[in-house]
């Protein structure tokens, strides 16, 4: 084994060799969440305190050309030899990948416990009460955890592990005993699946499909709608393109492998579909709170002509983003700023995965 490894490294540091010898080589950015390294500054304090070195390690490190070629190389490699993924990552049968934090959640390994759930779930019936009183809904929306809707895909160890108690199940007994409004998307969707003619969600996704989160953006429409007291807009759905080009949200934690050869083909369905606003029906004004899931509303435009213009997403209750722009689009805002835009909305969206749950609303109970 130790002998493979250090194969491995010879072979990885050859081909970075190699690479860097070829001239005008155009290179790949490799995919995912990869935090840009700062240019290091040079100063006085910084060369001998050896931030500055060391700033220019990781700097050089992440700009040098040849490195998402090398990256790649190395990846293949230790999975053709170990069969290992980046860490936090889990092949599943049949090619489905996971990342390892929601299978952890769905184990219930995340439990934040029942006192803890239920006094958040006490605080938040007091702030939506609150709000109420200012003409404010609230509706809890949880998104999907691929790994609960795919139970017989996950490696056979951890198919024959009993689940302990979850974040999901407790928050969904106190939602109904302080009469939150919610809406379980990951019922809706994990129920409608095995018999809908459209993947919901892909192998190489960690996301519910483009299509699922039309679905999921329809189905909240309507519960606003009646939460409000009136009748919103749906989605039309025309045709159905099939294709082996899947769009990148589709694909995202397999492409984030930075692997040459893609581990598992499958055929991605899109719906051409109608965003028709009927100038008779109501446009809410929403601050939609929530995690990564979101954006597959917001990317797909339903917020764009479905709600009041001037509704707004607070990316895990930090980073604001707008339908009609202002300075703050795209900044990270404070509580005072948060709070003015509560004022604001007629309807409060949270909006979490079921693995985010040990920390529902990010700060927007305590706020």
Not at 227 to 241: A, C, R
């Amino acid at each position: 084994m130790k002998a493979l490894q250090v194969i491995l490294i010879i072979l990885t540091l050859l081909v970075s060799i190699i690479l860097q010898l070829i001239p005008n080589l155009e290179v790949a950015p490799l995919k995912g969440f990869i935090p840009v390294e700062a240019k290091p500054t040079l100063t006085k304090k910084a060369l001998f305190d050896f931030t500055f070195q060391d700033q220019s390690e990781k700097f050089l490190k992440q700009n040098i050309r040849w490195t998402p070629s090398a990256v790649r190389f190395h990846n293949q490699l230790k999975y053709d030899i170990y069969g290992e993924l980046r860490p936090g990552m889990i092949e599943g049968k049949d090619g489905y990948l996971f990342e390892s934090g929601y299978i952890e959640s769905y184990l219930g390994k995340d439990y934040i416990g029942k006192d803890s759930i239920w006094a958040q779930t006490k605080k938040l019936k007091a702030k939506i009460d609150t709000l109420e009183k200012k003409g404010t809904k609230v509706l809890v929306a949880l998104a999907i955890n691929k790994a609960m809707i795919h139970l017989d895909k996950l490696p056979e160890k951890i198919q024959n592990t009993p689940p302990d108690t979850t974040n999901y199940e407790s928050y969904l007994e106190a939602f109904q005993y302080y009469d939150i409004p919610y809406i379980d998307l990951h019922e809706y969707i994990k129920n409608l699946a095995p018999e809908f003619d459209h993947p919901l969600t892909y192998k190489n996704g960690i996301h519910w499909s483009k299509f699922g989160g039309l679905l999921a953006a329809d189905t909240l429409n309507k519960k606003m709608g009646a939460l409000l007291g009136k009748k919103l807009n749906k989605v039309h759905f025309d045709s159905i393109t099939i294709t082996d080009i899947p769009a990148k949200e589709d694909v995202d934690i397999g492409e984030s492998l930075n692997l040459i050869q893609p581990l598992a083909k499958e055929m991605y369905h899109y719906p051409e579909y109608s965003l028709r606003a009927d100038s008779t029906l109501y446009k809410p004004k929403v601050l939609m709170i929530g995690d990564s899931f979101c954006w597959t509303l917001w990317g797909q435009w339903v917020p764009h002509e479905y709600w009041d213009m001037k509704s707004r997403f607070l990316y895990y209750n930090r980073e604001l983003w707008e339908l009609t722009e202002t300075e703050d689009h795209g900044t990270w805002v404070n509580r005072a700023k948060r709070n003015a835009l509560l004022d604001d909305a007629e309807v409060v969206l949270l909006l979490y995965s079921t693995f985010n749950l040990n920390n529902l609303g990010t700060g927007f109970i305590d706020d």
